[in-house]
C-alpha cells in the first residue's frame, strides 16, 4: 500500500473555504510514480474495490444508487450528482462534492510532485457543525467526534485504494 500522509490543504484548495469558516477538514496524500489526471483520479478513487462497498451500502439503505459509467462521467465532468452526492465545485485539478444532507464534504485533488513525471493525489473532507437550535452553539456532535478516528481511517484506505489503482498498468 502506498504511503499515506496528513497534510495540510494546498493553496487554491476547494475545501479551504470550510476550513476557514471553522469546518473539521482533513487532507490526506500521497504521489504516483507517473503522470495521472484529475479524471483519471475521480474514477479510480469511486470505481476501487472499498468504495464500491460504501456505494452497495448506499444503495441498499439508502436507495441511492450509482454506476461504474456515472463514476466515469463525474470524473469527465459530464455528471453533478453521483450516489449520495452532488457537485458543489470544480476546477481542473480538483471537485468538491456536498452529501446529500449538506453536513459533509469530499475533495479531490491532483497536482504535479516534487519529482518530475510524478503526480500528487489529495482527498479531504469537510464536517460542517451543525447548529442546535436551543442553545445557538455549533458543534460537530458526539456522533462525527466518536468516529473520528475510525473517519481518518478509511479516508486513508480509500485515498490507498485509489492510489494502488492507479499505479497499475490499466491506467
Not at 473555504?17 to 474514477?43: K, L, M, P
Not at 439508502?62 to 455528471?79: I, K
Not at 460542517?128 to 456522533?143: E, I, R
Amino acid at each position: 500500500m502506498p504511503l499515506i500522509r496528513i497534510h495540510p490543504l494546498p493553496l487554491g484548495a476547494l475545501l479551504t473555504a470550510y476550513a476557514s469558516a471553522g469546518a473539521y477538514t482533513d487532507c490526506f496524500t500521497t504521489a504516483i510514480s507517473r503522470t495521472v489526471t484529475h479524471a483519471e483520479f475521480v474514477e479510480a478513487f469511486y470505481t476501487g474495490r472499498l468504495f464500491k462497498l460504501e456505494r452497495w451500502l448506499l444503495r441498499v439503505f439508502l436507495s441511492r444508487p450509482s454506476t461504474d459509467l456515472q463514476a466515469r462521467q463525474l470524473a469527465a465532468g459530464e455528471l453533478n450528482e453521483f450516489a449520495a452526492w452532488r457537485v458543489e465545485a470544480r476546477a481542473p485539478d480538483q471537485v468538491l462534492m456536498c452529501d446529500i444532507g449538506g453536513l459533509t464534504r469530499s475533495w479531490l485533488m491532483v497536482a504535479p510532485s516534487d519529482v518530475p513525471g510524478h503526480t500528487r493525489i489529495y482527498f479531504g473532507s469537510a464536517v460542517v457543525p451543525a447548529v442546535n437550535p436551543v442553545t445557538g452553539k455549533s458543534s460537530l456532535g458526539f456522533g462525527f467526534t466518536a468516529l473520528l478516528g475510525f473517519h481518518k481511517l478509511y479516508s486513508r484506505a480509500l485515498l490507498g485504494a485509489a492510489a494502488a489503482l492507479l499505479a497499475r498498468p490499466r491506467w
